[in-house]
């Protein structure tokens, strides 16, 4: 067992249910209520999907190299801590050049990019 993939698996899993918990009632939601024009809302709804899709293939992915049971070969492991880390990467420059006082703990998602990206890195 790989104890790096598994850790990677399951902060990227609290991070996919807090997705479709918090993200949906906190961000979406809002924004599919809002007097925002149909397109923004639609592409918003997409982007909310396309994350949501991403998110639970990679958790499966971490999981499942955690155990060996991947039916392909771990380099995948390497490009997705690639991506979740430019995910940090930009949600860290977005956080500090946004003007939310405070936006680095208000936009908090980064640490679970991050983490998972060390996690992964690090198996």
Do not use: C
Request: glycine share 8%; charged share 10%; proline share 3%.
């Amino acid at each position: 067992m790989n104890t790096f993939y598994l850790i990677a698996g399951l902060i990227a899993l609290s991070a996919t249910v807090g997705h479709f918990l918090v993200g949906y009632k906190e961000f979406l939601k809002p924004v599919l209520d809002s007097n925002t024009g149909p397109i923004p809302q639609q592409v918003m709804r997409s982007l909310f999907h396309y994350m949501s899709i991403f998110q639970i293939f990679s958790t499966l992915t971490f999981l499942l190299a955690a155990f060996n049971k991947l039916p392909f070969h771990t380099d995948g492991i390497l490009l997705l801590a690639f991506i979740y880390a430019s995910f940090g990467l930009v949600q860290i420059y977005v956080a500090l050049t946004s003007k939310i006082k405070g936006g680095l703990f208000k936009l908090f998602q980064w640490i679970f990019w991050i983490l998972i990206a060390v996690s992964a890195l690090l198996g």
